[in-house]
């Protein structure tokens, strides 16, 4: 059998395809397959190349249509060529940027593998065109008339995806752009991706573009789409607000605030969607861009500031949303808006797990904030009541981790619950304050101080709360019901938790009943899935920001202690054992079964 392959046969000339036509059509009955490659863009294709493919046409070929390579055939191709270790994290970034082109993912590893940025798609050289690609799109572009270039550079200005639209408004000249897309499409520039929208074949293409462009005049380019975007959208803004803002972020500080203002819509948007992601990143683009707007006021700012803060908490990150959330309530609190504080203080507090504290850590800061703010509303008041509570019932997580704090917070709690008893009104804001308050009752002996709150907290959530809320609540009663030795009843709460949790997409919710599910495998012995679910969770639980670290290496303690290998993880656990008390007794554990018993007595002192 022969294998026949013409490779590149676009750059055939017309001899060559008259040999191709011949061949084809005597290849009928013998051991012998063709192979041709040919790119499809309609400007690559003559005349010639043409009558050649319709002739193998009706041969009744098999037609394959290759697209761009996938992250995994990237992480190894590029992992060959440049010698290390590709991830598959950068691979996808390749494709983001390439989208698998073989060409130019040859250009752009090697551009980064020479600027020493290959595996950090963070760095500024992942956003600038290598020096082969820029040549072969001006070389293409060279084919098109000036003014069909100038067209396609504010096209490449106005995104990766553009619509034609737009276009006609910031050219005032409909004839001009459809004639240079029209080229572009010839050209394998852009694609159509929908009536009257378009999408350039690769990033790097439009980034060539865009590059062309010098930079005084891009950033008048991007105010001007931006004014283009606003024009075509009229009435429907809300759904470019995020391009918007984007666009008058690139045009300069003379258009922070319409950036700044669009962006906090944008977030909105998206939080409303449970783009929290996207939330995030919109409300911090806000944040940045009222820092260049000399215009913008305090409670604009406080808003912005509470936005960034609830994002952080809805992806999982409590630990990092208190700083936004307390520079919010003093700026409320210095225009003396008690109310606008109590909004900004509680953000951190919404879709709470454990709290926004990782231990060990306290803020005497923090607690004078909370107890500054309780002090301007009464317990006595019916009108305030409830408030006073719930910042009541906020004040023990603060005191969850200082020393000696233990009977403050069982004072607070106890104080907030009784507030909620007291009333009639049985609500989200009722809820919230006993979950709160049952922060400070995590203590061992409380259990049984704790258990009916819990089942109080379960029942109110069920009939009132957000799905963070329940699974929150289910997770805080299993530890209880196990705690009592009541492990199916446990089970079943965190199975309920954890439909809720990947249901809802809640982060730390997924995290706390990860766990509960990896202990409960430990526990019926199966240590194989039990190891790999606590190495899932850990890996999980390294994109958030939440207090608990730690219980995942206690968990692979308890497994490695049953399979005989708890000697193995001593070297580890002595480089942590001062994190949490926990810790230090698995580490005295690991020493015992170690041999290591002389070691321990001088490490423990005096027992």
């Known amino acids: 059998p022969t294998l026949l392959v013409l490779d590149d046969l676009h750059w055939a000339d017309a001899e060559s395809l008259r040999l191709l ?13 063709l192979l041709v490659t040919s790119r499809v863009a309609p400007a690559e294709i003559g005349d010639a190349l043409a009558d050649a493919m319709g002739v193998i046409a009706r041969l009744d070929p098999v037609r394959i249509d290759l697209g761009g390579l996938d992250a995994a055939a990237v992480a190894d191709w590029a992992s ?11 691979a996808t970034a390749l494709v983001g940027r390439t989208d698998g082109n073989p060409f130019y993912l040859t250009e ?26 820029r040549d072969v799109v001006r070389q293409r572009s060279r084919q098109l008339p000036d003014a069909a270039v100038e067209v396609l550079r504010a096209a490449a200005v106005a995104g990766r995806v553009f619509d034609v639209a737009v276009l006609d408004v910031l050219t005032g000249d409909p004839a001009a752009v459809a004639d240079a897309v029209e080229g572009a499409q010839v050209l394998g520039l852009v694609d159509e991706e929908g009536p009257g929208r378009y999408r350039f074949t690769h990033a790097l293409v439009r980034d060539a573009l ?30 470019v607000a995020a391009d918007l803002a984007e666009h008058y972020r690139l045009a300069g500080p003379a258009h922070a605030r319409s950036g700044w ?31 260049l707007d000399p215009t913008t006021d305090d409670r604009e700012r406080e808003d912005v500031l509470v936005a960034v803060a609830r994002a952080l908490t809805r992806v999982g990150r409590p630990v990092d949303a208190w700083s936004p959330a307390e520079r919010a309530a003093r700026s409320a ?3 003396g808006d008690r109310d ?77 619950v009784a507030v909620v008893h007291r009333s009639s009104d049985r609500g989200r804001r009722e809820l919230l304050t006993l979950r709160l308050a049952q922060v400070a009752l995590l203590r061992p002996d409380l259990l049984h101080h704790r258990m009916p709150l819990s089942d109080e907290i379960v029942d109110l959530a069920a009939r009132v709360g957000a799905p963070h809320d329940l699974a929150g609540a289910l997770t805080a009663r299993a530890q209880d019901r196990g705690e009592l030795g009541r492990l199916d009843a446990a089970h079943s709460d965190v199975v309920r938790a954890h439909e809720l949790a990947e249901r809802h997409h809640l982060g730390q919710n997924l995290a706390v009943s990860g766990w509960c599910l990896a202990l409960r495998l430990a526990l019926e012995g199966r240590l194989e899935e039990s190891e790999r679910a606590i190495e899932d969770n850990e890996a999980f639980q390294a994109t958030l920001a939440m207090s608990g670290y730690g219980i995942g290496l206690c968990q692979l303690s308890l497994v490695r202690d049953v399979q005989g290998r708890l000697a193995e993880m001593e070297p580890v656990l002595g480089e942590v054992r001062h994190f949490h008390p926990g810790l230090r007794e698995v580490h005295a554990l690991a020493m015992v079964r170690s041999g290591r018993h002389d070691d321990l007595r001088l490490l423990l002192g005096e027992w």
């Not at 011949?22 to 009955?29: D, F, K, Q, W």
């Not at 060959?80 to 950068?90: E, F, P, T």
């Not at 669009?262 to 944040?287: F, I, K, N």
């Not at 454990?354 to 309780?374: K, N, Q, S």
């Open 108 to 133: 752009l590893v090697r551009f980064l593998v020479g600027k020493g940025a290959l595996g950090d798609p963070a760095a500024p050289a992942w956003n600038r065109v290598p020096g082969g690609v």
């Open 210 to 239: 865009q590059e062309a462009v010098p930079s005084p005049t891009r950033a008048r380019l991007h105010a001007r789409v931006a004014a283009a975007l606003e024009e075509v959208w009229a009435g429907r803004v809300g759904e």
């Open 333 to 335: 609190l210095d225009r």
């Open 80 to 90: 060959r060529r440049s010698g290390r270790h590709v991830a598959l994290d950068v």
């Open 21 to 33: 036509r011949r061949v084809a059509g005597g290849l009928a009955g013998t051991p012998a397959v």
């Open 261 to 291: 203002v669009l962006a906090r819509r944008a977030a909105a948007e998206a939080a409303s969607a449970a783009a929290y992601d996207e939330a995030l990143r919109l409300a911090t683009l806000a944040e940045e861009l009222q820092a």
């Open 340 to 416: 606008a504080a109590v909004a900004a203080l509680l953000t951190v507090t919404e879709g709470m797990v454990w709290g926004w504290r990782a231990h060990p850590d306290y803020d005497d800061e923090a607690i004078e904030l909370w107890g500054r703010v309780r002090e301007m509303f009464s317990a006595d008041d019916p009108a305030e009541s409830g408030t006073w509570g719930v910042l009541t019932a906020a004040m023990p997580a603060e005191h969850l981790n200082r020393p000696g704090s233990s009977e403050v917070s069982t004072r607070l709690s106890d104080e907030a």
